[in-house]
């Protein structure tokens, strides 16, 4: 159903039209028209295909807009809103978007200040140049410059890790709300992609507006961005956007297939609708009038003769037509994991005794857990032996502790140097019973010399498993480049393991580089590079990360019970 598309594209053209001075009897009618659109229950195309005369029968749509629906749905352009583009700078268009700024405000603007984008306006905003413009007072310009800075700051894409626990907070306190029968953080969330735009929310109920008007009041919210019958949007403080739908409860399935997305999947699926002569909106799947299903994903799936297809692989990157084959992998899942293969303490750069960090593995529900504290660290601190030493007769203790519920691991995590030597004494390393190495300085090599140096790290014979691989943090480094091909297919032959790490900065390997580790056949280890107890909960964004990059248990080494995973870190020593 294009239904909303079209609704925004007449919304846009009503505003250039009225920003480039036509007459406003043009934009009235393009409003009214795209109005109508965002209420209509009936696919807009399907209308389109009966002719022209029955878009014109629906009170609201003359010949001209009929006419520009028709071009929209043959060409997927309306000339008009092309032509007026053209007239129109760039940025002007978010600019009309500032609640408060209109196309007329917009223009004056422009034409005494310059202002052609967010950012120009934000400093006009900034510097006071606005009250120039008449009828613009302080408390509007302060109120505009708030607006715009939440708006900028809202496009700022975040890692998942960021904003994953606060969704789920916040679902919890929609999940409370009267008239709620059902609710889901769906969007970029659900398919735990590794950076987010904004939480979207579905609510199944019979009473939208009730709902809405509750979720407009949601604590910490600084500004109402939209409040309509079906939806609303919202900012948080730190400008974070939350966006609310709502779907009827027998809807719920396609609902929550709509507001998962991906975009591109949800397109596909439409397609596959269509050659089956059915339409997918998220209502529901039809012929003609009538529902053929809606009230689970499942269902819906089914109607289109494909098997549930799980959030994280919902990017039209392959899974359509694995899913039409039938042979869809099956996803590794949180409650498989046994322990954590990356973590620290306060004997290295962790806020947490191992004491703590043990307990919280068994809240986790784990049965074992790796503290691999940095070896160059325990050297800053006096003989590295000695103190490596000191902390494996706590970790013996801790383990009589708790003899029968977890076993702490003895580990270390040491430096790949710049030539892909270890920067730890061999017998050290040695001694330690799981050994992660990964890079931490002498970043941005070139590829051919990276990839040299993380397999010479790899054929390190005390080497259990490559850390954070490509060493990106959000916001601070891009991936490191490598052939990774080759890197992961040493680590296959050697019997390796390649870690995919959960750590809210990190989220590394990359999704893309996770599914060149998922071809290569090596062991993978999930961990959340903890530095203190409550970063043990990464574990979730750490096997999201492996789904998306099409993982299954069999690879997983930490999805093992420690017998196997003892009889593993053996072997992999010779
Ligand atoms: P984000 O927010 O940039 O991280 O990515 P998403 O995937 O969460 O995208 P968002 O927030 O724009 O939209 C949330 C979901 O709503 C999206 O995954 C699918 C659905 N959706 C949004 N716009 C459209 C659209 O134009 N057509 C269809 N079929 N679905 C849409
Ligand atoms: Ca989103
Ligand atoms: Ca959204
Ligand atoms: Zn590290």
């Known amino acids: 159903m294009r239904n909303l598309e079209l609704a925004r594209l007449l919304n846009e053209l009503a505003d250039l039209s009225d920003y480039v001075g036509e007459s406003q009897f043009k934009s009235r009618a393009y409003r009214n028209a795209a109005r109508l659109l965002e209420t209509m229950q009936t696919p807009i195309e399907s209308l389109a295909e009966q002719g022209q005369e029955a878009l014109e ?16 749905l043959n060409t997927g352009v309306i ?29 004056l603007l422009y034409e005494h200040l310059g202002v052609h984008d967010l950012e120009s306006l934000q400093n006009a905003l900034a510097s006071g140049a606005v009250l120039q413009i008449p009828h613009f007072g302080e408390a509007k310009r302060q109120r505009l410059l708030r607006l715009t800075e939440l708006i900028k700051k809202a496009r700022q894409r975040r890692p998942l890790g960021t904003v994953y626990w606060l969704a789920q907070e916040k679902l919890h306190w929609l999940q409370q709300l009267p008239h709620v029968q059902n609710a889901l953080v769906g969007g970029s969330i659900r398919r735990m992609q590794e950076t987010i735009g904004d939480i979207d929310f579905l609510v199944a109920t019979e009473h939208p507006e009730k709902v809405i008007a509750a979720f407009v009041q949601m604590p910490g ?31 719920w399935g396609a609902g929550m297939l709509y507001i998962t997305g991906s975009k591109a999947h949800s397109i596909r699926l439409r397609e596959i609708a269509i050659e089956r002569g059915l339409k997918l909106n998220e209502y529901g799947v039809w012929r003609g009038t009538e529902c053929v299903a809606r009230e689970t994903e499942a269902e819906v799936y089914e109607a289109l003769g494909l098997p549930y297809i799980p959030p994280p692989l919902r990017e039209n990157s392959g899974e359509i037509e694995r899913a039409l084959q039938g042979s869809l992998p099956a996803l590794v899942t949180r409650e498989q994991i046994q322990g954590d293969l990356q973590t620290h303490s306060r004997w290295s750069d962790g806020q947490d005794t191992s004491e703590a960090m043990a307990q919280e593995a068994l809240s986790q529900g784990y049965t074992y857990l790796a503290l691999t504290d940095h070896v160059e660290m325990f050297a800053w601190q006096g003989d590295v032996f000695h103190l490596f030493r000191q902390r494996q007769r706590e970790i013996e203790r801790l ?13 270390l995590e040491v430096n790949i140097d710049i030539d892909g030597t270890l920067d730890a004494p061999e017998e050290l390393l040695k001694e330690a019973e799981i050994v992660v190495a990964g890079i931490h300085y002498g970043h941005g090599q070139e590829p051919e010399a990276m990839t040299r140096r993380l397999i010479r790290a790899l054929e390190h014979p005390s080497v259990h498993i490559l850390a954070h691989p490509t060493g990106r943090r959000f916001g601070k480094r891009e991936p ?7 890197v992961f297919r040493r680590a296959y032959e050697l019997g390796k393991a390649v870690e995919v790490n959960g750590y809210t900065t990190r989220m590394d390997p990359p999704t893309p580089i996770v599914r060149i580790l998922e071809q290569s056949g090596a062991w993978v280890a999930l961990g959340t590079d903890a530095h203190r107890a409550s970063d043990l909960r990464m574990m979730t964004l750490a096997v999201g990360l492996a789904q998306r990059g099409w993982l299954t248990a069999e690879r997983v080494l930490n999805t093992r019970p420690l017998p196997e995973l003892r009889a593993w870190l053996k072997e992999v020593r010779g």
């Open 79 to 107: 000339p008009k809103h092309q032509q007026l583009l053209q007239l129109v700078p760039e940025g002007i268009l978010e600019v009309m978007q500032v609640p408060g700024i209109g196309p007329k405000t917009a223009r």
């Open 221 to 251: 919210t600084t500004e109402v961005f939209a409040q309509g019958d079906n939806r609303a949007q919202i900012f948080l403080e730190g400008g974070l956007q939350v966006d609310l739908k709502t779907v009827p409860p027998v809807s």
């Open 399 to 411: 383990n009589e502790q708790m003899a029968g519920r977890l076993v702490v691991l003895n580990g």
């Open 57 to 72: 029968a629906v009170p609201g749509i003359g010949k001209a807009i009929a006419e520009k629906i028709i071009a929209y």
């Open 480 to 486: 490191n480049d490598a052939d990774w091909e080759r």
